[in-house]
Structure formats: C-alpha cells, structure tokens
C-alpha cells in the first residue's frame, strides 16, 4: 500500500468520527461497530501498517470516506458542512497537542486505564465511553480552540450521548495524529485534491 493510501485512512478516520459525531447530534443514533472500530483505534500502540490500528479493514471508515470525497470534490450536493468543520477542528487541535508532551504524557497513561476497560468490559461499555469522554475533557477541552457540535438539543443534552460525542472527537484527535505522523498535511487537501480522489475512489469500492 502505497503512502497517499496509507494517508487517507488515516485521514478518512478523522472525518469517520466526525461523520458520527454529526449523525448521533442530529439523530441519537450511531452505528456501534463503527464506534467500536473507533475506540479500538485509541489502543493500537504499534501497529506493523495503518489498516491494523481500526482493526485490519477499512469497512466502517466508508462514511468517512464519502465526507471526505464531499469535501475534495467540493460539490454542494455532496459536501457535508458539520462533519468537514468538525475534522478540519481535529487536524487543527492535534497541532497544538503535538507541542505539549506533558499532555501527550497524561494521555497515555489514561488510555493504559481505558486498555483495561475495555478488556473487561469491551469497547462500548458506557464505562469506556465515560473514560474516554472525561480523557477529552481534562485534555483537548482546556484548548482555547473548542469544538462547537451543531445538532438536537433533546440528543446533545442526553448525558450518554455527549459521553459518546466525546469519546469519538477523541478518536478523531488519534487518527488526526497519525495521519500527520504518515506524512499528511492539511495543504494536501488544497493543492493536491486530484491525486488524493484519485487513491480515494478505489477504497470506496472495496
């Protein structure tokens, strides 16, 4: 697999969180493998290639993938506006958590707390969630820069699924991470749209 490829699952993570994030805001609802897949993501510590950290197959990265082709292709039609706000949020977030190791330190740790969570319990047990969510919060929330999530009130509101809602923006800051330690910059997105669709279209089909 070649590195563009590699890049864009990566990057294809980043806005399969925020895709979710967007549907559980708006309806309540999200697909559970997916998150799993996702909160899976945040355990991989040294993985032999990209595809291994959410678990070998790319299968619930496809909402991924399709926000992201919305937002290379720039086609109103298919451009979905919160999620694309939501990851160009995470690649701007993980900067800044990449100059404090101090954070990147208490972070770690946390995730050896989730790891046993989760061996125990499995990767959507409210308990992770709540770990996770909580991790979010003592971290990437005391950022100046906060993420704004647009939706239902009546869902927002519902303290299971703002939990969940920061538990996936937390996956996201992962893959945003990777996705920049394969090599990725947000310029690609700008100046190299074409290879990217180029490399991004066959993954949709597979």
Sequence with gaps: MNQIREQLIALGAVFESAALVDNLARTGQVSEPAV??????L??????DTLEVYGGDDLYLR????????ALERDPASLQRDPLR?????LALERQLDKRPDMLNVMGSRLDQV???????????ENVIANCASLYQDTIST?????????????????????KIRALLLTGIRSARLWRQLG??????VFSRGKLLKELYPLMRT
Aim: overall charge positive; some cysteine.
């Design 36 to 41: 799993a897949c996702l909160i899976n993501s």
């Design 43 to 48: 355990l991989v510590r040294d993985p032999k």
């Design 63 to 70: 909402d991924g993938y399709r926000a992201l082709v919305g």
């Design 86 to 90: 939501y990851a160009l949020a995470l």
């Design 115 to 125: 790891q046993q969570q989760v061996e125990h319990f499995g990767p959507v047990h």
């Design 143 to 163: 950022f100046r820069q906060r993420i704004q999530v647009q939706g239902d009130m009546r869902h927002l509101q519902q303290t299971n699924n703002a939990a």
């Design 184 to 189: 990725g910059h947000r310029w690609q997105m």
